[in-house]
């Protein structure tokens, strides 16, 4: 089946950029945040701004600290972007957000510094065109589900309290994060706890290899929606041999770069659900493509996130209103992770978070508040 309109070409008139400025803040965690490659206590955020003679436009750029989920780092995006990215785009003067890949192609890689130029200018010209990410996306409903994903845990006890709150709050799926040692005991009691019926899935962040696909197993009898990435990114054929000799569902995240890749590991069968992350492919174009591509084929997606400001997360949120997003994503409310957001605040009304229907994100960057968590000073790239 296919026929969905995605308006991704659109009758939106290009912006002609006049610069762009790199903006560091740090926001500290509600909680401290444990996955099986680290404990984060803080989220080091890079933010960019494009000046346009149509007005202003703001992206999020969602690389961390260090570079432990992937190769890109904050600094990493940042030198990028000033070296590289940013020259390329104020060379190319006119530009529609769906020319943005190819005008900063000549660069390999770095598909999260890229992703967050891309969303600055899809900003910037929606802004000018008066219509919202949604609208321009193809959204199709109002709203998204929303779920929740929660860090490894000091205790089960400190755990089942965490769930319980996240339960409490209306999320309609937990998302637990697992490691070697930290895995079937915890699942198990969160399984108990919430009964068979609610929505559970794990994700291993490439802890495991291919010696523990007789303990992963075990997962069998806890009735998940899927395992998110249990190995490493390069190594699909690990994961063919996983989901031929387990139940549960197979789901890739860091595996899945652009759409050629997720369209190979479906055939091969190394994925029967896809976690779409724009900043992980390259942009929300990139992703809109692979969720076409899923849409297509059947393959059923889910929005990830990567600890979002208010900024990330409107845009998240407008792409996880696309038609082949059919399960609760990691697009949780402002508070699951910060005590104050940087745009107006995204809170949970039923378990679903509302798509923004303003001109562009639809959400304002409170510039107050880049100012008062600034941790480096503010770079501003202008034309050679
Ligand atoms: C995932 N995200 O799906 C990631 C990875 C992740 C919501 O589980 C700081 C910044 C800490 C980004 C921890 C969720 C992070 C981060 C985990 C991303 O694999
Ligand atoms: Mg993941």
């Known amino acids: 089946m296919s026929g969905v309109a995605v308006h991704t070409g659109g009758s939106a008139l290009p912006v002609e950029v006049e610069a762009v400025e790199l903006h560091r803040i740090a926001m500290p965690l509600v909680r401290a945040f444990e996955t099986s490659f680290g404990r984060q206590t803080a989220r080091d955020v890079l933010l960019v701004r494009v000046l346009t003679a149509q007005g202003e436009g703001w992206g999020e750029c969602v690389a961390m600290a260090d570079p ?27 530009v529609r957000a769906a ?26 010209q929606t802004r000018a065109a008066g219509i919202s990410f ?18 490894i845990a000091p205790s089960i006890e400190a755990l089942l309290d965490e769930v319980s709150e996240y339960v409490e709050a209306g999320y309609r799926r937990i998302k637990l994060k697992i490691k070697p ?20 899935q794990v ?13 992963l197993r075990g997962l069998d009898d806890f ?16 994961h063919v041999m996983l989901a031929k000799a387990i139940d549960t569902p197979v789901c ?5 770069t652009g759409t050629a890749v997720a369209i190979d590991a479906i055939e091969r069968d190394a994925t029967s659900i896809v976690n779409i992350k724009a900043g992980r492919v390259g942009g929300y174009l990139e992703a809109i493509r692979i969720h076409d591509a899923c849409l297509e084929r059947d393959v059923a997606v889910w929005c990830g996130g990567m600890l979002e400001t208010g900024l990330g997360r409107a845009a998240n949120v407008a792409l996880a209103a696309l038609p082949g997003f059919t399960l609760p994503g990691d697009t949780s409310a402002s508070d699951r992770y910060f005590a104050d957001d940087l745009t107006e605040s995204f809170v949970l009304v039923d378990g679903r978070l509302a798509v923004p229907s303003g001109p562009g994100t639809g959400v304002t960057v409170r510039t107050e508040l880049v100012s008062a968590w600034r941790t480096r000073p503010v770079e501003l790239l202008t034309r050679a």
């Open 68 to 94: 432990v989920y992937s190769s890109e780092y904050v600094e990493g995006a940042a030198a990028v972007i000033r070296d590289y990215l940013a020259p390329a785009l104020l060379a190319a003067r006119t």
């Open 99 to 124: 020319e943005v890949s190819s005008v900063l192609g000549g660069t390999i890689g770095h598909r999260m510094a890229k992703a967050a130029l891309e969303a600055a200018v899809l900003d910037a």
């Open 134 to 151: 949604g609208e321009y996306f193809g959204a199709v409903r109002p709203e998204v589900d929303c779920g929740v994903s929660v860090g």
């Open 181 to 200: 040692g930290r895995d079937l005991e915890p699942v198990a009691a969160v399984r108990s706890m919430l009964g068979p019926d609610a929505l559970l």
């Open 203 to 215: 994700d291993a962040n490439t802890a495991y290899t291919v010696a523990d696909i007789d303990h």
């Open 223 to 238: 009735g998940l929606l899927l395992i998110e990435q249990p190995f490493v990114e390069e190594d699909i054929a690990a």
């Open 252 to 256: 890739l995240d860091e595996s899945i």
